[in-house]
């Protein structure tokens, strides 16, 4: 899809529902009454499924309005609580206490998909099967070098999400089993989205860092973990540990055309269609 090419920018809006539709459209359901306006705020992970469900649902309620904005997992919740958004996406559930954050009071989790996560790497680098160890010990600091876990010799360029990330919560807590990030050094790049963090691993050689499937591109290599590839079948096997729930947050239980937006992106037809499409994997195929 073009536009999913042009997610670079620290905090991607795109807001659907402003044009026209004509009557004709065969995809829009000309009985549709329904009608409001959704804000949705919050992971970047999560924005190609948001704006791709969103994009279908207009079609069918053409009278909904539909803006989206990625800046990072925390944001969601936060502007739900300040009703500046119908709906904060997020990498993990905000009504529970997650280490580094306090649950969001007042607010309930919706699960709309299962994301895989994954170390990348620049296409120069060589060293693409890591042992949980060699994670630990490049994403800490302490392993400087490619030459040290099997690859060339060059020094690694460490890339991280900002606090506040959802990616960060998930990578950390399951590749890096809880293992603290380096914070600071001339090696050492910090990026805001997963946009953001898409074009640093392209454009930077010997770079390494992490993101959902949905964002990995053919100019960089997901890397095994353990002997592992990160795909849906080795989640869905349990033999690939990295990944995560998304999750739509909304203040209390929604109404009107929040409600029905999210039973959308829930449904068997997205979740089957567009959603695996992009990489994500469908909420049902773990029990």
Same mark, same amino acid.
Request: hydrophobic share 40%; charged share 20%.
């Given at each position: 899809?073009?536009w999913f090419k042009q997610l670079t920018i620290a905090a991607l809006i795109a807001v659907i529902?402003?044009?026209?539709?004509?009557?004709?459209?065969?995809?829009?359901?000309?009985?549709?009454?329904?009608?409001?306006?959704?804000?949705?705020?919050?992971?970047?992970?999560?924005?190609?499924?948001?704006?791709?469900?969103?994009?279908?649902?207009?079609?069918?309620?053409?009278?909904?309005?539909?803006?989206?904005?990625?800046?990072?997992?925390?944001?969601?919740?936060?502007?739900?609580?300040? &009703?500046?958004?119908?709906?904060?996406?997020?990498?993990?559930?905000?009504?529970?206490?997650?280490?580094?954050?306090?649950?969001?009071?007042?607010?309930?989790?919706?699960?709309?998909?299962?994301?895989?996560?994954?170390?990348?790497?620049?296409?120069?680098?060589?060293?693409?099967?890591?042992?949980?160890?060699?994670?630990? &010990?490049?994403?800490? &600091?302490?392993?400087?070098?490619?030459?040290?876990?099997?690859?060339?010799?060059?020094?690694?360029?460490?890339?991280?999400?900002?606090?506040?990330?959802?990616?960060?919560?998930?990578?950390?807590?399951?590749?890096?089993?809880?293992?603290?990030?380096?914070?600071?050094?001339?090696?050492?790049?910090?990026? $805001?989205?997963?946009?953001?963090?898409?074009?640093?691993?392209?454009?930077?050689?010997?770079?390494?860092?992490?993101?959902?499937?949905?964002?990995?591109?053919?100019?960089?290599?997901?890397?095994?973990?353990?002997?592992?590839?990160?795909?849906?079948?080795?989640?869905?096997?349990?033999?690939?540990?990295?990944?995560?729930?998304?999750?739509?947050?909304? $203040?209390?239980?929604?109404?009107?055309?929040?409600?029905?937006?999210?039973?959308?992106?829930?449904?068997?037809? =997205?979740?089957?269609?567009?959603?695996?499409?992009?990489? =994500?994997?469908?909420?049902?195929?773990? $029990?």
């Open positions: 899809m073009k529902g402003f044009s026209s539709v004509p009557a004709s459209t065969p995809t829009v359901t000309a009985a549709s009454k329904l009608s409001g306006k959704i804000v949705i705020n919050g992971s970047s992970a999560l924005l190609p499924l948001t704006l791709q469900a969103a994009s279908e649902f207009k079609k069918l309620h053409p009278k909904v309005k539909i803006s989206a904005s990625a800046a990072g997992s925390i944001t969601g919740p936060q502007a739900v609580r300040k &009703g500046i958004a119908n709906i904060g996406a997020v990498d993990w559930d905000a009504s529970k206490d997650v280490p580094g954050f306090k649950k969001f009071e007042g607010q309930v989790a919706h699960k709309v998909a299962i994301i895989p996560f994954a170390a990348v790497v620049n296409k120069n680098v060589t060293a693409t099967n890591l042992t949980t160890k060699d994670l630990q &010990g490049i994403f800490s &600091g302490k392993i400087k070098n490619w030459k040290e876990v099997g690859g060339k010799d060059a020094e690694i360029i460490v890339v991280n999400r900002t606090f506040g990330s959802g990616t960060r919560v998930n990578f950390q807590d399951k590749a890096l089993e809880g293992t603290d990030f380096m914070t600071k050094g001339d090696n050492y790049k910090e990026v $805001k989205t997963s946009g953001d963090m898409k074009s640093t691993i392209e454009t930077t050689p010997n770079a390494i860092g992490y993101m959902d499937l949905a964002y990995v591109t053919d100019k960089m290599t997901a890397v095994k973990i353990n002997d592992i590839a990160p795909t849906e079948a080795n989640v869905i096997n349990g033999k690939y540990k990295v990944w995560g729930y998304g999750y739509y947050m909304t $203040k209390g239980q929604p109404t009107g055309a929040t409600k029905e937006f999210i039973k959308y992106v829930q449904s068997t037809k =997205f979740q089957n269609g567009s959603l695996k499409k992009l990489k =994500f994997i469908p909420i049902s195929a773990l $029990k």
